[in-house]
Nanobody, 120 residues
Framework: QVQLVESGGGSVQAGASLRLSCVASGRTFSGYAMGWFRQAPGKGRDLVAHITAGDSTNYADSVKGRFTISRDNTKNTVYLQMNTLKPEDTAVYYC??????????????WGQGTQVTVSS
């Protein structure tokens, strides 16, 4: 059974940085895409960034140039480096494990989420 555990959220001022981590267990990690999603209060869950098994990345327009997704297959961990945070980045951030090597297969396993709050 796959388990995803996120960490690194918190409350920061606008302009600050945070790094989220997600550790996966229960499956070989390296052959699958990984993603970060977020859900703000009263809104749906939106894709923030994803990374393929081959390390290709893609980002939502709202975070391009500020956020960086990366993975360390030796640690079964995916990261989201978030710089120049804005109040509109406030949300619960979820890690997701892909069903295949890239995002076209969709995402089938989710973490419990970590709260990020950015104040102005």
């Amino acid at each position: 059974q796959v388990q995803l555990v996120e960490s690194g959220g918190g409350s920061v001022q606008a302009g600050a940085s945070l790094r989220l981590s997600c550790v996966a267990s229960g499956r070989t990690f390296s052959g699958y895409a990984m993603g970060w999603f977020r859900q703000a209060p009263g809104k749906g869950r939106d894709l923030v960034a994803h990374i393929t098994a081959g390390d290709s990345t893609n980002y939502a327009d709202s975070v391009k140039g500020r956020f960086t997704i990366s993975r360390d297959n030796t640690k079964n961990t995916v990261y989201l480096q978030m710089n120049t945070l804005k109040p509109e980045d406030t949300a619960v951030y979820y890690c997701a494990l892909g069903r295949g090597s890239d995002w076209t297969y969709g995402f089938g396993s989710w973490g419990q989420g970590t709260q990020v709050t950015v104040s102005s």
